[in-house]
C-alpha cells in the first residue's frame, strides 16, 4: 500500500508564496511519475503539474505555468510544489498523487494513488 501525505498548505495573501511537500511511504517512491491536481469549492478536480520518474521532465498546466515548479527528491521520498506570485484563483486542496501514466500524466484517472490533500487559501 503506497501513501501519500501532503503538507505546507496554508493562507497566505496574493503575491505570496508556498511550498507544498508530498510525503511518500509503502513502496519505491522513484519508480513513480508523480502529479500535482487541485479541487476548489463546486468545480471539478484541475490537473496543476506533473513530473516523471526520474525529474528530468515536468508539465504544468497554463494556468500555472511560471510560477509554479514542481520537483522531487527521490532519496527523501518526497515531491514539491513551489507556488509563487499566488493568486485568489489559487485557492483550493491540493492534492499528489503517483502513478506511471504514458504520457504527461495530465489525466487523473492514470494515477494509481492519491494523498488526503492539504488547503491553500489565497486572499486578495
Known amino acids: 500500500q503506497v501513501q501519500l501525505v501532503e503538507s505546507g498548505g496554508g493562507l497566505v495573501q496574493a503575491g505570496g508564496s508556498l511550498r507544498l511537500s508530498c510525503a511518500a511511504s509503502?513502496?519505491?517512491?522513484?519508480?513513480?511519475?508523480m502529479g500535482w491536481f487541485r479541487q476548489a469549492p463546486g468545480k471539478e478536480r484541475e490537473f496543476v503539474a506533473a513530473?516523471?520518474?526520474?525529474?528530468?521532465?515536468?508539465y504544468y498546466s497554463d494556468s500555472v505555468k511560471g510560477r509554479f515548479t514542481i520537483s522531487r527528491d527521490n532519496a527523501k521520498n518526497t515531491v514539491y510544489l513551489q507556488m509563487n506570485s499566488l493568486k485568489p484563483e489559487d485557492t483550493a486542496v491540493y492534492y499528489c498523487?503517483?502513478?506511471?501514466?504514458?504520457?504527461?500524466?495530465?489525466?487523473?484517472?492514470?494515477?494509481?494513488?492519491w494523498g488526503q490533500g492539504t488547503q491553500v487559501t489565497v486572499s486578495s
Open positions: 498523487a503517483a502513478g506511471q501514466p504514458g504520457d504527461w500524466g495530465i489525466d487523473g484517472n492514470e494515477y494509481d494513488y
Open positions: 509503502g513502496r519505491t517512491f522513484s519508480s513513480y511519475a
Open positions: 513530473i516523471n520518474w526520474s525529474g528530468g521532465t515536468t
